[in-house]
T-cell receptor
Framework: SQKIEQNSEALNIQEGKTATLTCNYT??????LQWYRQDPGRGPVFLLL?????KEKRKERLKVTFDTTLKQSLFHITASQPADSATYLC??????????FGAGTRLFVKA | KAGVTQTPRYLIKTRGQQVTLSCSPI?????VSWYQQTPGQGLQFLFE???????NKGNFPGRFSGRQFSNSRSEMNVSTLELGDSALYLC??????????????FGPGTRLTVL
């Protein structure tokens, strides 16, 4: 069955460094992949979408890559700040208006 | 533009009861999706509605049902509540979902606790 895997362990980094989060998927060939941010007790917030024919997408300090051969997406936050501390979720469309989310990776940015 | 609203925000029920949760999408959005989020299972897709029609359903028992009204507002119902139904229930709206990659906008969720 189609599966999405994200690092289950929390990622702890120092302020100013680049955070890199990984999303791997199996048994699927998505047309695009999305990244969301979720803060405790709140709904996810859309950050970026990258399509299968795009290698890289940038938005301010965020960068996403998409390798359909490796079936992997990397999400980078450059010059990280404590305010970037949150859980980051990747998501795929499983056809038919059905979105599948990874379990998320918790990021802690220490000042 | 007002965001997605969900009511109630918190709910406590006992086993065997039923519950109805409500979601009002962003004005003009016609697609509403529902998700269940638990610490163990993460965010799981329940169902999606567009123009009052359910277009897809996740792998949940028949106790979970939903509907969408002509004004795009949606409700989900859980009957015969079980302890394992305790979760954050999230609703997300998007413009149409007719084209792939329509962004989903999530509401704040309803925290359901089953005792």
């Amino acid at each position: 069955s189609q599966k999405i895997e994200q690092n289950s362990e929390a990622l702890n980094i120092q302020e100013g460094k680049t955070a890199t989060l990984t999303c791997n998927y199996t048994n699927y060939s998505p047309a695009y992949l999305q990244w969301y941010r979720q803060d405790p007790g709140r709904g996810p917030v859309f950050l970026l979408l990258i399509r299968e024919n795009e290698k890289e997408k940038r938005k301010e300090r965020l960068k996403v890559t998409f390798d359909t051969t490796l079936k992997q997406s990397l999400f980078h936050i450059t010059a990280s700040q404590p305010a970037d501390s949150a859980t980051y979720l990747c998501a795929l469309e499983d056809g038919g208006f059905k979105t599948i989310f990874g379990a998320g990776t918790r990021l802690f940015v220490k000042a | 533009k007002a965001g997605v609203t969900q009511t109630p925000r918190y709910l406590i029920k006992t086993r065997g009861q039923q519950v109805t949760l409500s979601c009002s999408p962003i004005s003009g959005h016609r697609s509403v999706s529902w998700y269940q989020q638990t610490p163990g299972q993460g965010l799981q897709f329940l169902f999606e509605y567009f123009s009052e029609t359910q277009r897809n359903k996740g792998n949940f028992p028949g106790r979970f049902s939903g509907r969408q009204f002509s004004n795009s507002r949606s409700e989900m119902n859980v009957s015969t509540l079980e302890l394992g139904d305790s979760a954050l229930y999230l609703c997300a709206s998007s413009a149409t979902r007719l084209m792939s990659a329509d962004t989903q906008y999530f509401g704040p969720g309803t925290r359901l606790t089953v005792l």
